[in-house]
């Protein structure tokens, strides 16, 4: 039997089978990671010999921000049903030395069990989608005239993720592979080693998120106790992409420098009672593509992601994932077989 086929269960995956399943479509959903999630990623701190065990930490994507009317609809049911949590419009601004002043903007939004429940939760509502998790899907290709994913036949297949990650599945050879191929060459990653420091006591002035400008070392530092709401003396921070980039190999190794200018950007003598250093190879696009998705003209082959949209951001991701979904419907609809 002849089978949609969703790779990635990343917010563009979900996003994606949902459309699909909107439009009467079952779907399967694969991911290759253990849980779903892919960069919108929390986990929960072990053994971290601190009173801390048991906090869930965001160690990917650090907020959402809403501009699309149909994503801040969905992030405020997510509000209301209490998976979603409007954290802050106001982060502190820094540079080497210390924190300069405020900046006002969007409304940041986050979740209070960690941003990857709301990828859970909305694949829990998926009325017609078949979720395997910790399943790589086998190379795509074209047999026959035929789509084959892992060498079983399927009427519709949706690729989103990285490009990286995607071109290591599309076996070249037929046209429309070639043209996947080609498209998802368009576009550079950048890397980011985002490091958990969890401290016996928060000693900083308060803040929630802090960007860090001109430092050779961090960007970025978020306040994880402030947006899970608990007050917990946990920190994110992120590593400038060019140093992160060196020591992709063994990303602890980014960790001594990486404390240090915490310590320097927040003004603080303490030290952390545990880290640890998350790589992200293909953290986020440098480039965006002008369109939304990439859909073959003859075969139901479909790219999304957020390199298919407007910045490496949750939001254009879910809506690259929702577009390519509908797209994928409209085809399927007229009969298109594959
Ligand atoms: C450190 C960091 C900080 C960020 N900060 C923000 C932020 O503050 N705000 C914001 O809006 N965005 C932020 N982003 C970007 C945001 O996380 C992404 O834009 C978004 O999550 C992308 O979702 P996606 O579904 O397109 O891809 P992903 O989340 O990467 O999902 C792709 C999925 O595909 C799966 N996969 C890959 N290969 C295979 C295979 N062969 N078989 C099966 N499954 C496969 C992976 O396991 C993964 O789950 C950040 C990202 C990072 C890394």
């Known amino acids: 039997m002849s089978r949609t086929i969703v790779i990635g269960g990343g917010i563009s995956?979900?996003?994606?089978?949902?459309?699909?399943?909107?439009?009467g479509r079952s779907v399967t959903l694969l991911d290759k990671g253990r849980v779903l999630g892919g960069r919108m990623a929390s986990r929960r701190i072990r053994d971290s010999g601190t009173p801390f065990d048991g906090h869930v930490v965001d160690i990917g994507a650090s907020y959402l921000t809403a501009k699309d009317e149909r994503f801040s609809s969905l992030i405020e049911r997510l509000v209301d049903l209490g998976v979603g949590r409007a954290w802050t419009d106001t982060f502190h601004v820094a540079s080497s030395d210390g924190i300069h002043g405020v900046k006002t903007g969007p409304m940041r939004y986050t979740a209070a069990d960690g941003v990857r429940s709301i990828v859970e939760h909305l694949a829990s509502e998926l009325p017609d989608t078949e979720v395997m998790s910790g399943h790589d899907s086998g190379p795509?290709?074209?047999?026959?005239?035929?789509?084959t994913v892992g060498g079983e036949?399927?009427?519709?297949?949706?690729?989103?993720?990285?490009?990286?990650?995607?071109?290591?599945?599309?076996?070249?050879?037929?046209?429309?592979?070639?043209?996947?191929?080609?498209?998802?060459?368009?576009?550079?990653?950048?890397?980011?080693?985002?490091?958990?420091?969890?401290?016996?006591?928060?000693?900083?002035?308060e803040f929630d998120g802090i960007f860090v400008n001109d430092d050779p070392v961090i960007t970025w530092i978020a306040n994880d106790g402030a947006?899970?709401?608990?007050?917990?003396?946990v920190l994110v921070t992120h590593v400038q992409p060019v140093l992160a980039a060196r020591h992709l190999t063994?990303?602890?190794?980014?960790?001594?420098a990486t404390l240090s200018a915490l310590q320097r950007v927040l003004g603080i003598s303490e030290h952390?009672?545990?880290?640890?250093?998350?790589?992200?190879?293909?953290?986020?696009?440098?480039?965006?593509?002008?369109?939304?998705?990439?859909?073959?003209?003859?075969?139901?082959?479909?790219?999304?992601g957020d390199a298919w949209s407007d910045g490496p951001r949750v939001e254009t991701a879910w809506l690259?994932?929702?577009?390519?979904?509908?797209?994928?419907?409209?085809?399927?609809e007229t009969g298109t077989t594959s």
């Open 140 to 147: 795509i290709s074209v047999e026959e005239g035929a789509l």
């Open 227 to 233: 947006r899970r709401g608990n007050g917990a003396p």
């Open 13 to 23: 995956g979900v996003a994606c089978a949902a459309a699909l399943n909107n439009r």
């Open 320 to 332: 690259s994932g929702h577009l390519l979904g509908e797209s994928l419907a409209d085809r399927l």
């Open 153 to 205: 036949g399927v009427d519709a297949v949706a690729v989103c993720m990285p490009s990286p990650q995607a071109r290591q599945l599309l076996e070249s050879g037929s046209p429309a592979l070639d043209a996947a191929l080609l498209a998802t060459h368009e576009v550079t990653w950048e890397p980011v080693i985002a490091v958990t420091a969890v401290f016996d006591a928060a000693t900083w002035r």
């Open 272 to 304: 952390p009672s545990w880290a640890d250093a998350k790589r992200w190879t293909y953290a986020k696009p440098l480039t965006a593509s002008q369109q939304p998705f990439f859909l073959d003209q003859g075969f139901n082959l479909g790219l999304a």
């Open 250 to 256: 063994d990303p602890s190794q980014v960790l001594p």
